[in-house]
């Protein structure tokens, strides 16, 4: 859905490195390994956080209906 703030495992904030992780592998010239190894995630539960996230809230928002003032 949303990127997790933090590492579930040992706490390290992982949130902000998100955006910088898309675009460095957008541009296929580098592999995902190889990004969070420039991000600085060197512990493997880190790194578990960026490679098995699914961006899933764009896909969401367009099938929920907002719902003004009832919430
Ligand atoms: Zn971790």
Same mark, same amino acid.
């Given at each position: 859905m949303i990127i997790p703030?933090? @590492?579930?495992? @040992? !706490?390290?904030?992982? !949130?902000?490195k998100w955006d910088k992780f898309q675009q460095l592998i957008k541009t296929k010239t580098v592999k995902p390994g190889e990004a969070c190894d420039q991000l600085g995630l060197e512990r493997y539960c880190c790194r578990r956080m960026l490679l098995t996230h699914a961006e899933l809230i764009d896909k969401i928002l367009q099938v929920t209906p907002i719902r003004a003032g009832l919430n």
């Amino acid at each position: 859905m949303i990127i997790p703030v933090r @590492c579930f495992t @040992c !706490g390290k904030v992982v !949130g902000n490195k998100w955006d910088k992780f898309q675009q460095l592998i957008k541009t296929k010239t580098v592999k995902p390994g190889e990004a969070c190894d420039q991000l600085g995630l060197e512990r493997y539960c880190c790194r578990r956080m960026l490679l098995t996230h699914a961006e899933l809230i764009d896909k969401i928002l367009q099938v929920t209906p907002i719902r003004a003032g009832l919430n």
